[in-house]
């Protein structure tokens, strides 16, 4: 379920095929809030990418629901 866009406040590459890389002022797509250990990380889209990326990259410009879907830090992407 898609719950926000926003845009990125700065460029951002991740440490590994987890993370999804974005460019400053690119759209990105948020489906998740993540929970536990790493609150600080969402997951999102960016164009056909999906991966993790830090809260506080994003600038929220539009909300799509209303109801938070959280889960927790013990699910990970797999690397291939």
């Excluded at 809030?33 to 506080?56: C, M, N, Q, R």
Aim: aromatic fraction near 16%.
């Amino acid at each position: 379920v898609l719950m926000c866009r926003g845009k990125a406040m700065q460029d951002f590459k991740g440490p590994d095929c987890r993370f999804v890389n974005f460019k400053k002022g690119e759209a990105v797509y948020v489906y998740y809030k993540l929970i536990g250990k790493s609150t600080e990380l969402w997951a999102g889209s960016v164009g056909s990418d999906f991966g993790y990326f830090p809260k506080d990259l994003l600038e929220i410009n539009h909300n799509y629901s209303n109801e938070e879907l959280e889960l927790p830090t013990d699910v990970s992407l797999i690397c291939y």
